[in-house]
């Protein structure tokens, strides 16, 4: 029962973002200023739609700024980004599906926040009136393509955008267009890249590899380190390079902060070297200053003690089990400079993740 609470205890990517959602489905909404009046948080409740401009009686704008940048993905990444952005008073808008206690967060981080859906056309559409840049991102879900393909077509038809900041995956690098092997939210990654490149806009795809502060690399460890010294996962002798969250938003607001040098270009974003497993451990006990050894667990088993009693939608159990089998394949073993190429700082090593969250870690 630990394990599986540690599995969706700290989730800042994509994966273990719907470890805590599990996937759930709002009514659709039109976008509207989510500092609105309560009037219209009940229609939005009640699926009612409401324009984002309202009359201007009514004394509610949108903001019309200069190098306006939405972000519609405010998970770790883009939260991360956010706070980055505004640190340097770059005005940002975010689109939200809720106006709860994480939007009125972003909101005192300086954002301006507005209630929208990307499988939702008028919703984008909408929240793209003054935008200059976008930051397209979403968590793990079977509608990837549609609100990439919804995104292209609300960009191309009623934005005017400088660039289109995609945030894709790493995989993709290494995809065609009849791989096989990769996961069903790889494939639609894959093809949404390919609905963007087709549009016409001007485009950036952002390519991370697994991320450093998933559960995977944080939650469990620390459980089985405490327990028994031991990073107990599913990757076989594979190599992997795992990125800290903040240096993906490091390098994504590098390249909003300043977006035209960038369109059309690819960034494969890792951490500084490939390490297997066992390296990795060792790099934790160099970080907690006590011995740490990984321990190889046979995937199946890993996912009947483990996956499957979390009651995953299949969509995003398949994706994960995926993502184990090909470190186990070795498709993990990849690296890049291009975060201190964008940033002019390397990306952190294991060891600095690690001794940042010692208590993390240690308990």
């Keep these: 029962m630990l394990v599986l609470k540690a599995l969706g205890a700290y989730a800042p990517n994509v994966v273990g973002g719907w470890l805590q959602r599990r996937f759930r489905r709002f009514p659709a909404v039109s976008a509207v200023p989510a500092h609105a009046p309560a009037e219209h948080s009940r229609a939005l409740d009640l699926g009612c739609e409401y324009p984002i401009l309202p009359d201007p009686e009514e004394g509610e704008q949108l903001m019309a700024v200069p190098n306006l940048v939405l972000i519609t993905g405010a998970g770790g990444v883009g939260r991360t980004v956010l706070e980055k952005l505004r640190a340097e008073e770059v005005p940002v808008r975010v689109m939200v599906r809720r106006d709860d206690d994480r939007a009125a967060q972003l909101r005192a981080l300086g954002a301006e926040v507005v209630l929208g859906d990307l499988t939702q056309p008028e919703t984008v559409a909408a929240a793209l009136e003054g935008a200059k840049s976008m930051y397209f991102a979403m968590p793990v879900s079977p509608d990837h393509l549609l609100a990439a393909t919804v995104a292209a077509s609300a960009a191309r038809e009623y934005g005017k955008l400088d660039a289109l900041i995609d945030m894709s995956q790493m995989t993709v690098s290494q995809m065609t267009a009849t791989s096989t092997a990769e996961s069903h939210q790889q494939r639609l990654h894959w093809l949404a890249e390919q609905v963007l490149n087709w549009s016409g ?61 960038h369109v059309g270009h690819v960034y494969e974003l890792t951490g500084p070297r490939t390490l297997d497993m066992t390296e990795m451990a060792e790099g934790f006990s160099n970080a907690l200053g006590r011995p740490v050894a990984y321990v190889d667990v046979p995937l199946e088993q890993w996912r009947a003690e483990v996956l499957s009693k979390i009651d995953l939608p299949p969509h995003i159990e398949q994706h994960i089990v995926t993502m184990c089998r090909l470190h186990q394949q070795n498709r993990y073993d990849r690296a890049s400079q291009d975060v201190e190429n964008l940033t002019g700082q390397p990306a952190q090593t294991i060891e600095e993740f690690v001794a940042a969250r010692k208590d993390l870690y240690l308990g």
């Design 201 to 261: 806009l001007p485009v950036v795809h952002i390519r991370p590899t697994s991320f450093l502060d998933n559960p995977l690399f944080t939650t469990l460890p620390a459980q089985t380190i405490r327990e028994n010294g031991t990073i107990a996962l599913p990757f076989g002798a594979g190599r992997t390079s795992p990125i800290a969250v903040d240096d993906v938003a490091r390098s994504v607001a590098a390249v909003l902060r300043d977006p035209l040098p």
